[in-house]
């Protein structure tokens, strides 16, 4: 098993949620983050123009079983993509175990 | 005229005046707190040019366009030279200029604050996906040039006057005015992206902040006061106590029917509907709020509250996505509350009803050419939509480079 995380610009959340959706991951956390990169976003405040590199985006945490790994970040490439900087970063990393609390299964079972 | 009524009359309409510049706060609020996060400097950013360009606008322009004196044919302002800028006349800050109710002066300021409130309208409308550059200049013309000559048919004594066709506080004058155009422009604006799915189904995109919305409404309410009180036009006791109760009670009729409603149609106990009964209702009075017994207007006000309810839905299913709600509220209650004169109260008949139905059509045709003429226009040349990647990341960030709540890291959706 392997924990997918995911940062992406928000406007491209739909879109990956519904590519995912296809693939069959149904079950997958998400929240709002900050953070910096190389980006920077300029703003004005009373006449005062600045930039900042405290960037807004979304953090996705999908948990698959192996052989669905390689689609699950195939989509998420494809979906998040727009060749601007900033498109964001997946990570993935090993899951020692899952657990579905309602069944007790566990391992992968769990995870459909 | 004794001149201390004289005084006390135009403390009313200067009272009222404050009221009505209120309810431009009830709006902005109301539509922030329907739609979402991302969007709100946007929305409090046209809300503020509203009333600003509008107070100039009818300064300019709207008053003398609006209220001309005599007419060509009962149609065109006689006097298109005179027609820019204040002119006080003689007998202005007199009893004399209007039969002792107000001076020249408060009359200019209370109806500019009804004329900015037609722009408001549309632009709860069309918020989230308008391109604001696009929305100003349409404001500006709509504003400045077509509220004013519609008001005038009627208010100016124009040949909606002549006819006898009946708006008191102005369903049809101002809301109609603003939901007729608020009606095209979200047909040629196109639905915010989400709104309709691919398979068919309508999306829900909830407002972000509730509270918000509610205290839009409570404080509409209180400026409804003004905006109705004030248009009796003196401080008259008899017609302004009857006006306040008939408002309040058409409010919250509206405001219970339309929970009703919604509770039978769709088992919840839905505050957004609430919120637009109550509006539907205040709407609803409007065009007679001094001619309607208590039963009258608790009617008129249950109508309209239901009427809100099916009006929401039927217009999701044209697929016209209004965010706020606006068309139901302040187009299908004005022309139902401008019909309710001809059906309810001392003006009922008939006789009343064709010429209530004579009036609606008349103003809804101008309207909706103008507004077409004018968004379309604007759609070729300019463009009247933001792209669809700020539309994605909220307008605030691309058109105001600003965060509404910088330091909260709320759900943005």
């Known amino acids: 098993m392997k924990k997918i995380e995911a940062i992406i610009r928000k406007s491209k959340f739909d879109d990956v949620k519904d590519a995912l959706h296809q693939i069959d991951v149904n079950f997958f956390s998400y929240w709002d983050v900050t953070g910096v990169g190389n980006e920077k976003e300029g703003h004005v405040y009373r006449g005062v123009s600045y930039s900042t590199s405290d960037i807004q985006r979304r953090f996705l945490s999908i948990v698959v079983s192996d052989p669905i790994l390689d689609r699950t970040v195939e989509a998420i490439l494809k979906t998040a993509f727009t060749g601007i900087v900033g498109d964001g970063k997946i990570f993935v990393s090993n899951i020692e175990e899952a657990y579905r609390i309602r069944t007790k299964e566990k391992g992968s079972e769990s995870l459909k | 005229m004794d001149n201390t009524l004289f005084t006390v009359n135009n403390v009313w309409l200067m009272i009222c005046t404050a009221l009505v510049f209120l309810m431009h706060l009830g709006f902005s609020l109301l539509e922030i707190g329907l739609t979402r996060q991302k969007n709100t400097i946007n929305i409090l950013f046209k809300n503020v040019f509203i009333l600003s360009i509008g107070l ?24 298109f030279f005179s027609l820019f800028g204040l002119s006080m006349p003689e007998n202005g800050l007199t009893a004399e200029y209007a039969n002792g109710g107000y001076t020249y002066w408060t009359d200019f300021l209370f109806q500019g604050m009804f004329a900015a409130t037609a722009a408001t309208i549309v632009s709860g409308a069309v918020a989230e996906r308008i391109k604001l550059g696009s929305f ?16 005038s048919w009627k208010w100016g004594g124009g040949w909606l006057n002549d006819l006898g066709f009946y708006d008191f506080a102005g369903s049809t004058l101002v809301h109609s005015v603003g939901g007729w155009a608020a009606l095209v422009a979200v047909w040629l604006l196109g639905a915010r992206i989400g709104k309709f799915k691919k398979d068919g189904t309508i999306g829900a995109i909830p407002g972000h902040n509730i509270p918000l919305a509610t205290t839009g409404v409570f404080i509409l309410w209180i400026g409804w006061f003004g905006f109705n009180g004030g ?47 109550v509006l539907g209702g205040l709407v609803g009075i409007t065009a007679g709020a001094d001619m309607m017994s208590v ?20 217009i999701d299913r044209l697929k016209l996505d209004d965010p706020v709600g606006a068309i139901a509220v302040h187009l299908i209650c004005g022309i139902w509350g401008t019909l309710a004169v001809g059906i309810f109260g001392e003006m009922s008949g008939w006789g009343q009803l064709g010429k209530q139905a004579i009036g609606i059509v008349a103003v809804g045709a101008f309207c909706i050419t103008a507004s077409f003429t004018i968004i379309s226009i604007l759609k070729k040349f300019v463009g009247i939509r933001v792209s669809e990647e700020e539309e994605q990341d909220g307008l605030d960030i691309h058109e105001h480079g600003m965060d509404a709540y910088p330091d909260f890291r709320l759900n943005q959706h």
């Open chain 2, 56 to 79: 100039v606008l009818y300064a300019l322009v709207g008053f003398n366009l609006m209220y001309p004196g005599s007419f060509i044919g009962g149609v065109l302002p006689d006097h």
């Open chain 2, 231 to 277: 248009s009796v036009l003196s401080a008259d006791p008899g017609k302004t106590s009857l006006v306040l109760v008939t408002t309040c009670l058409a409010a919250a009729s509206g405001g219970l029917s339309a929970f009703l409603v919604t509770l039978f149609k769709y088992k919840q106990y839905d505050l957004s509907m609430f919120l637009n009964g």
């Open chain 2, 295 to 314: 039963t009258d207007a608790i009617v008129i006000g249950s109508i309209a509250g239901t009427l809100i309810v099916l009006g929401v839905g039927f």
């Open chain 2, 136 to 151: 100003m200049i349409f404001t500006i013309i709509y504003v400045g040039i077509i509220y004013p000559i519609t008001g």
